[in-house]
């Protein structure tokens, strides 16, 4: 059983930097998508970043491209997002995902991700 527990998070001014982790464990995918997701309240759940399993391709929402990080460690078990410049609008519960497609379908098309973490919380303040 495929488990993935998010931490880091919390509260931050504009302009600020954070980092989030997740701890992947159960899974046996040699190739796919592990990425992170967000949710703000009122609205859908976005594709923010993702990287491609046993390797250092990422791929990026435009809304973060240059401003957020991802990646995983040489395990391949625990993912990592750094995240510089946040605005407000960055504000919402984010997720880690695993997924068996590509990441620009993972990313681009979230509602078909295979497994989801609980989330953790980024409130960005003006």
């Known amino acids: 059983q495929v488990q993935l527990v998010e931490s880091g998070g919390g509260s931050v001014q504009a302009g600020g930097s954070l980092s989030v982790s997740c701890v992947v464990s159960?899974?046996?995918?040699?190739?796919?998508?592990m990425g992170w997701f967000r949710q703000a309240p009122g609205k859908g759940r976005e594709g923010v970043a993702g990287?491609?399993?046993?390797?250092?391709?990422?791929h990026y929402a435009d809304s973060v491209k240059g401003r957020f990080t991802i990646s995983q460690n040489a395990a391949g078990n625990t993912m990592y997002l750094q995240m510089q410049s946040l605005k407000v609008e960055d504000s919402a519960m984010y997720y880690c995902?695993?997924?068996?497609?590509?990441?620009?379908?993972?990313?681009?098309?979230?509602?078909?991700?295979?497994?989801w973490g609980k989330g953790t919380q980024i409130t960005v303040s003006s």
């Open positions: 159960g899974m046996t995918y040699r190739s796919g998508c």
């Open positions: 990287i491609y399993i046993g390797t250092t391709v990422t």
């Open positions: 995902a695993v997924d068996r497609r590509t990441c620009v379908a993972s990313i681009t098309y979230p509602d078909g991700v295979d497994h």
